[in-house]
């Protein structure tokens, strides 16, 4: 069981099944939705209100299978998982990622948002779309939101993680 009962909030589970473990946030198969219903509501706000978006978006976050069940990629799951694990490190998420995870692995271009010292570093990111090429779109992944996935890609990237 996790350490983050604002897990509760999300909508339909399926009765009688047990409660969301870390392992199944951990590998996606907690059985939650990829994001919450009106996702863009909830890619904007101040880094440091990412908790608090994140509750906020948990009634509006729906379970789509029984925890448990099979993989379903879900990046709300993801958010949960660092807010529980935050919380059971006695540290912000914004505090415990940078101190105990880009520092010892020698990310020193990385971190939770985008600041000046990341801008000389940055790639330009674009989707192709129905009607050219879209450079904006990728730019939300530089929203709060996006923390985890994106931070996780990265660390697989520069090969500190093996899975």
Known sequence: MIRFPEVNLVQDRVPGAPPITLYQLSTHTAGLATEPDDTDRYVKGPYADWEKTLT???????YILAPGARFSCSNIGYAILGAALARAAGETYL???PKHILKPSGMSHSGLYLDSRMLPHLAKGYEVTRTGIDSETPLREH???ATSRGLLRS???RGRIRF
Do not use: I
């Not at 906020?56 to 729906?62: D, E, G, I």
């Open 56 to 62: 906020a978006a948990l009634p509006h976050t729906r």
């Open 155 to 157: 660390l697989w990237e």
């Open 143 to 145: 929203e709060p939101w």
């Open 95 to 97: 505090d415990y990622v």
